[in-house]
């Protein structure tokens, strides 16, 4: 090992330090999400020898393997789809304990998970049915459960790894395309005991109630359903929230005028004491959301350099198609630079962060819109290398045809308030469907970009050896050149990526680990959407790389 | 609001139409429902997340079995507690009619199966309609009744199921939880209910504070003796002595084992 890490140690006093080492400790690698590991073992020279050091299956294969495994000293934990979580030896993958959460019998949408937490001896795991359970991180014994609401009554689910903050894990909902009212709940990680919960939407008497007509907030969307990240030195928490519902009929929830927020916290940044969940700030991505555009996806937390200062900033890339760039002690808009290449929802966002020009889907008409309701990014992660000040973004070009509807809402039914349909509006992006990218935050100019066949589905790794790890849906796992976006390596892994990838060392080895198995609500579709569907193979398996013993 | 439908409504209902206004009823109710372009995709022509609905040979009472269950481990939720009676029919008639199947009078009743009703057969006052609203209410978040109790398919069975109503509000306010006993764990005491004590561990609800907490501990590591300072009262604060008068109405009317 090189001594990189140890240097990082040593000036973490006065940096920030996002990086991950031995252990991936997080499920965005560490509290800023930077998904970036500073193991530089294997690197741009050596990486062609990487082969198969262990392969695990873990036999819950329905909805693919979404999940990030979490590494903490030699000892891996990995959730699968059906709440399940696996401890592995995470230089063998021989199994140390498994747990197995009493799944529902009446499964309905999202019966996916995407990770767990783990911290004081306890890893957590939200479940289908909105609990949220601490397991012991030794036995596998589970030491207490509480529900987070009634996924009967709600139509709500926990898809998301929870979120260490001190001495509470916090996780939020999945439900925003029904009738539902998203919130963050945060429990002591000892007890069980809620400390607080914040409603994306504020109820009566509140700030924000009045961007709400009548009594659409109960059922107005908003869940913040991804995991958000940490700030320790300014003890806040960021979290980006869903779409507003009905997601493509705003009739019913827009109390008209012409005020700058419409349907607060929709389709917002937030920004929260980590002790009380009150709101510090709060940055409306898309005021009245009529595209399903979710601001929900992670915020990367990263100390740079902008405009001649440093700056603490937060990057969110945005389904419309903009990386937005703020300020994360103010909220203050700084940037937002444009990722696709077809885009129609807005003409264009104003250098203050203003949409202007809005191409609104409206009833009796069929709206083509680019980027689709998919997003021109799904849910699965960019990565940050402070090697290269890059933000390296799978990005999807696809357009939708939409449709509007006037809908009533019945609390935890879907409620969509239209439609949208890729079967036309497909042929509008055919042969440029996708690209991975690098970006330089300060500037937001595109450095590098790779054209892909298929839409990347998986998250981006980053490390201290220069490499982008990544992985496509026809199975093939491959290394790019972070500084160039050149092709180094790949491998066949024998089915499809919809997961996210991680990095860690144990007894001086350094590992790459990818989940695969296509599924998932955007998985299948995509596989029904382009020539090579037939290809994406679902399945539940880990694949974990390494240099072959003689090469380190 | 959850809308929990009597099933006396559903015969009805279904027959108070045409067939043909019921097809184009059950297109509104597909498009709006499960035409969505992550699911079914308009006419059922597939293409989305879910399989394509059109000319697939299905019968109706194939079709009727699917959308009220939905198919358990995938992405089809069951619809039967989802949309109210007329449209279950209707929306089983459009997608009948997908499959060159003639619509029956009454689709959702083919199935055989119901919707989950957690009352009396009976239209609710509107005293007891509001109390149901209460009970449930998700305005109110842990303060909600059903956060710890379940009626009919809703709520969570943390308490053991309603069998006597208090005569009065006062009497429910009044009302005695012997069973809650007391922990003394780690030098610190709470009201719990307890589901099992073994010589190795012990298991409890925690009500410290809503929601209740499931722990599981060492038999060792926990003292558990009879009575608690806990009250019922202070768990229903939630609610103005009106309004737990209108839930009383609705537990009345409600059907018990």
């Known amino acids: 090992m090189r001594i990189l890490l140890l240097l990082t140690a040593f000036v973490a006093a006065q940096a920030q330090d996002g990086a991950s080492g031995s252990n991936w400790p997080s499920y965005g690698g560490s509290s800023y999400f930077w998904r970036y590991s500073a193991l530089d073992q294997i690197n741009t020279a050596n990486v062609k020898k990487l082969a198969p050091a262990w392969i695990f299956s873990t036999g819950d294969y329905v909805q693919g393997l979404q999940s990030t495994p979490v590494v903490v000293d030699g000892r891996m934990y990995l959730s699968t789809s059906r709440s399940q979580v696996f401890a592995l030896d995470a230089a063998t993958g021989r199994t140390i304990w498994q747990y197995k959460y009493p799944f529902p019998k009446s499964a309905g949408v999202n019966t996916q998970n995407r990770g767990v937490a783990v911290a004081q001896g306890k890893v957590f795991i939200g479940t289908y049915d909105d609990f949220l359970v601490a397991i012991d991180q030794k036995t596998g014994r589970e030491l207490w459960k509480v529900a987070t609401d009634d996924a009967a009554q709600c139509g709500c689910t926990i898809t998301a790894a929870p979120l260490i903050a001190n001495d509470k894990v916090i996780v939020g909902s999945s439900g925003g395309d029904r009738a539902f009212r998203g919130y963050l709940s945060a429990f002591n990680i000892k007890t069980g005991r809620l400390v607080w919960r914040f409603y994306t939407i504020p109820g009566p008497g509140e700030k924000g109630h009045e961007t709400w007509k009548g009594d659409s907030w109960k059922f107005g969307g908003g869940a913040p359903w991804t995991t958000g990240s940490y700030d320790p030195a300014l003890n806040m928490i960021y979290w980006g929230t869903g779409n507003a519902a009905a997601d493509m009929y705003a009739g019913n929830r827009d109390p008209g005028g012409d005020a700058p927020n419409v349907n607060l916290y929709t389709g917002s940044i937030l920004s929260l004491d980590a002790d009380t969940g009150k709101l510090k700030w709060f940055y409306q991505v898309v005021p009245k959301d009529v595209w399903d555009y979710d601001a929900a996806f992670e915020c990367v937390l990263v100390d740079h350099e902008f405009k001649g200062r440093m700056r603490k900033l937060l990057l969110q890339v945005h389904k419309g198609g903009y990386t937005f760039v703020l300020d994360r002690e103010t909220g203050e808009f700084l940037n937002a630079f444009r990722i696709v290449d077809e885009e129609t929802w807005v003409k264009g966002i104003t250098e203050d962060g203003k949409l202007v020009g809005r191409n609104e889907p409206v009833p009796g008409k069929v709206v083509r819109v680019c980027p689709s309701a998919m997003g021109a990014k799904q849910w699965n992660h960019t990565s940050y290398s402070p090697r290269t000040s890059m933000l390296y973004i799978p990005v999807i070009e696809l357009c939708a045809d939409y449709t509007s509807v006037e809908q009533e809402a019945i609390e935890g039914a879907s409620f969509g308030g239209g439609n949208f349909d890729f079967t036309q509006a497909i042929q509008q992006t055919a042969g440029k469907l996708a690209h991975i990218d690098g970006y330089d935050i300060a500037t937001g100019k595109r450095m590098w970009s790779v054209p892909q066949r298929n839409i990347i589905l998986a998250s981006m790794l980053a490390t201290a050896g220069d490499l982008l790890f990544t992985g496509d849906p026809l199975g093939n796992f491959f290394a790019l050149n972070a500084r160039t976006g050149e092709k180094l390596w790949s491998f066949q892994t024998g089915a499809g990526h919809r997961g996210s990838s991680i990095s860690y060392m144990v007894n001086g080895r350094q590992y790459i680990a990818t989940p695969t198995g296509m599924g998932g609500a955007v998985g299948t579709q995509i596989s029904g959407l382009l020539e090579d569907g037939p290809m994406f193979r679902g399945g539940s398996t880990l694949v974990v790389f390494a240099l072959p013993g003689d090469s380190k | ?257």
């Open chain 2, 1 to 257: 609001m959850i809308r929990l439908w009597p099933v006396f409504f559903l015969a009805a209902l279904a027959s108070a139409q045409s067939t043909g206004q019921m097809i184009a009823r059950g297109e509104q109710v597909f498009n709006q429902t499960c035409a969505n372009g992550y699911c079914h995709v308009a006419k059922g022509a597939g293409g989305g997340a879910a399989p394509r609905l059109v000319a697939r040979g299905f019968d109706e009472p194939y079709i009727a079995k699917v959308v009220m269950s939905g198919v358990p481990g995938t992405a089809m939720a069951a619809f039967a507690s989802q949309l109210p009676p007329a449209d279950l029919s209707a929306v089983i008639a459009y997608v009948d009619s997908l499959n060159g199947v003639t619509p029956s009078a009454n689709p959702a009743g083919r199935g055989g199966l119901q919707p989950p009703v957690a009352i009396k057969r009976t239209p609710l006052s509107p005293e007891a309609e509001k109390g149901r609203s209460l009970f449930f209410e998700a305005t109110l978040g842990f303060g909600r009744c059903s956060t710890c109790h379940q009626v009919g398919n809703l709520g969570l069975p943390v308490a053991s199921p309603i069998t006597a109503i208090p005569a009065n509000v006062a009497a429910l306010k009044a009302l005695k939880t012997p069973h809650v006993s007391t922990a003394t764990a780690d030098g610190e005491r709470m009201p719990v209910l307890v589901l099992s004590q073994g010589s190795k561990a012990a298991i409890f609800y925690d009500l410290t504070s809503a929601p209740p907490v499931y722990r599981v501990m060492d038999s060792v590591q926990v003292n558990i003796a009879a009575g608690s300072s806990w009250s019922h009262a202070s768990a229903i604060h939630a609610y103005s002595d009106g309004e737990l008068g209108s839930i009383l109405a609705f537990l009345r009317t409600t059907a018990h084992p």
